[in-house]
């Protein structure tokens, strides 16, 4: 086992726009541990934030008399499209060259994949604690499972079950047009057209989206902008409690449009196996989200309604679930894991 052995260390992270989520595998068939997150403001990038970690890993570990070893691979997951050297986070002002950052932190080998192809890799490890189900029976791990994520931006990726194992399809979903259900719908998106070329989905069913969504729904209902721009935060506190009626129909289109997108990912993937929510706004909702319309328009495709009334639906409660994913990324890479170890 000591060839094993000899690979580990992992250091894993989870990048995002908002937040930088570490975590630590120790040796072979080890869990994810030493979980920490990070603000990204509060670091010039991601090694300075690395480091951090590394050294606060360190100062626990002291704390039990040993010292922390250093990282022999790592795996990071990035809010970005992957390729090439430089990688550049797409809302956050973090940039880094992969060679670079793996010379700095002197590691025998970096992985570098998009953050929801990470989250699509954890999906066949979820365990039931991890989720909340609903609509379509229980999640199965076969076949193609997808997952959506409205975060910071709007997250799309999926896994297919191969002879050689789990293969994960990244890809930039969130950014594919957004289509309307019926003539209400259809008035915000020829509103948002007004001020863009192209409405994306993320450019309404995502933490940045959010307040563009609320200005339509507010032109289209009052025939007027609201009289201030809304932070994300004030729309889903003034909708939630009823205290805006206005913000109220925004979290209702919200959580109806990302049903119907959700329902065109399934399709268009054919995740039979069923279609995860993640990010980090649909855990605010509640059980608001859960009495939305989200599954109805998830279901409501027409001749292929019986299909998509098969798939199961689940929410991601575990915000930490993704550095799973990372993990069997550098299992994927690394060259050989602890199940086939040499000794």
């Given at each position: 086992m000591s060839g094993a052995?000899?690979?580990?260390p992992?250091?894993?992270a989870?990048?995002?726009?908002?937040?930088?989520?570490?975590?630590?595998?120790d040796g072979?068939?080890?869990?994810?541990g030493?979980?920490?997150?990070y603000?990204?403001?509060d670091?010039?990038?991601?090694?300075?934030?690395?480091?951090r970690?590394?050294?606060?890993?360190?100062?626990?570990?002291q704390a039990?008399?040993?010292?922390?070893p250093?990282?022999?691979?790592?795996?990071?997951?990035?809010?970005?499209?992957v390729?090439?050297?430089?990688?550049?986070?797409?809302?956050?002002r973090?940039?880094?060259?992969?060679?670079?950052?793996?010379?700095a932190?002197?590691?025998?080998?970096l992985?570098?994949?998009?953050?929801f192809?990470?989250?699509?890799l954890?999906?066949?490890?979820?365990r039931?604690?991890?989720?909340?189900?609903?609509?379509?029976g229980?999640?199965?791990a076969?076949g193609?499972?997808a997952?959506?994520?409205?975060?910071?931006?709007?997250?799309?990726a999926?896994?297919?079950q191969?002879p050689?194992?789990?293969?994960?399809?990244p890809?930039?979903?969130?950014?594919?047009?957004l289509?309307?259900a019926?003539?209400?719908?259809?008035?915000l998106?020829?509103?948002?057209?007004g001020?863009h070329?192209?409405?994306?989905?993320e450019r309404l069913l995502s933490g940045?989206?959010?307040?563009?969504?609320?200005?339509?729904v507010?032109?289209?209902?009052a025939?007027?902008?609201?009289?201030?721009?809304l932070?994300?935060e004030?729309?889903?506190?003034?909708g939630?409690?009823g205290?805006?009626p206005?913000?109220?129909?925004?979290?209702d289109?919200?959580?109806?449009?990302l049903g119907?997108?959700?329902?065109?990912?399934a399709?268009?993937?054919g995740a039979r196996?069923?279609?995860?929510?993640?990010?980090?706004?649909?855990p605010r909702?509640?059980d608001?989200?859960?009495?939305?319309?989200?599954?109805e328009?998830?279901?409501?495709k027409?001749?292929?309604?019986?299909y998509?009334?098969?798939?199961p639906?689940?929410?991601?409660t575990?915000?930490l679930?993704?550095?799973?994913g990372v993990a069997l990324?550098?299992e994927?890479s690394?060259?050989?894991?602890a199940?086939?170890?040499p000794?």
């Open positions: 052995l000899d690979h580990y992992w250091l894993l989870d990048v995002g726009g908002s937040n930088a989520r570490f975590g630590w595998v072979p068939g080890a869990p994810v030493s979980l920490r997150s603000a990204v403001q670091f010039p990038g991601l090694e300075e934030a690395a480091r970690y590394l050294q606060d890993l360190d100062l626990e570990q039990q008399g040993r010292r922390c250093a990282p022999r691979y790592a795996a990071v997951a990035v809010a970005t499209a390729a090439g050297d430089e990688v550049v986070l797409t809302n956050s973090w940039r880094f060259s992969r060679q670079q950052l793996q010379a932190l002197q590691l025998r080998g992985r570098v994949l998009n953050d192809e990470a989250l699509a954890s999906l066949p490890r979820l039931a604690q991890q989720l909340r189900a609903w609509g379509g229980a999640p199965t076969s193609c499972l997952v959506i994520g409205p975060g910071t931006g709007l997250g799309v999926a896994v297919v191969t050689q194992g789990w293969q994960a399809l890809g930039e979903g969130g950014h594919a047009t289509a309307p019926d003539d209400f719908e259809s008035a998106l020829a509103h948002v057209r001020r070329a192209h409405v994306s989905a940045i989206g959010l307040p563009t969504l609320h200005e339509a507010s032109v289209v209902l025939g007027q902008p609201p009289v201030m721009a932070t994300p004030l729309i889903l506190e003034r939630l409690t205290q805006d206005l913000c109220e129909r925004t979290l289109c919200f959580c109806a449009m119907g997108f959700a329902g065109s990912v399709l268009t993937l196996g069923g279609v995860y929510v993640g990010g980090g706004i649909v909702l509640g608001y989200f859960f009495q939305s319309r989200f599954r328009r998830f279901e409501a027409g001749r292929f309604q019986p998509l009334a098969g798939i639906t689940a929410l991601i575990d915000t679930a993704a550095l799973g990324a550098i994927q690394v060259p050989f894991s199940s086939a170890a000794d």
